[in-house]
Nanobody, 127 residues
Framework: HVQLVESGGASVQAGGSLRLSCAAS????????MGWFRQAPGKEREGVAL????????YLVDSVKGRFTISQDNAKNTLYLQMNSLKPEDTAMYFC?????????????????????WGQGTQVTVS
């Protein structure tokens, strides 16, 4: 059973930085791909970043390119989202997601329905 626990959300001023972390447990192979979604109040969830092909490929939604970086530490089973130059429009609940690439192919942009495993979310507020 895959479990995902996010941390690192906070309230920051525009232009600031945050690093979100997602600790994963319950699986041991590299066939899982992982990513981040976000949901702002009154808006649909949006796929922000994805790391797949056993970590060899990444995806970022256009609105965060040049500001956000997705990475993972396989030894720690942890996914990261480094967020720089934060803007008020980045304010949202950020969710970590995971799925087995063997059973559910990667779609770009990522879709909510692609992922069976979701964390509880961590709040990012930019003012």
């Amino acid at each position: 059973h895959v479990q995902l626990v996010e941390s690192g959300g906070a309230s920051v001023q525009a232009g600031g930085s945050l690093r979100l972390s997602c600790a994963a447990s319950g699986y041991t192979d590299s066939s899982y791909y992982m990513g981040w979604f976000r949901q702002a109040p009154g808006k649909e969830r949006e796929g922000v970043a994805l790391i797949y092909n056993s970590g060899g490929s990444t995806y970022l939604v256009d609105s965060v390119k040049g500001r956000f970086t997705i990475s993972q530490d396989n030894a720690k089973n942890t996914l990261y989202l480094q967020m720089n130059s934060l803007k008020p429009e980045d304010t949202a609940m950020y969710f970590c997601v995971a799925e087995d690439e063997r059973w559910r192919p990667v779609h770009l942009p990522p879709r909510e329905s692609d992922f069976a495993y979701w964390g509880q979310g961590t709040q990012v507020t930019v003012s």
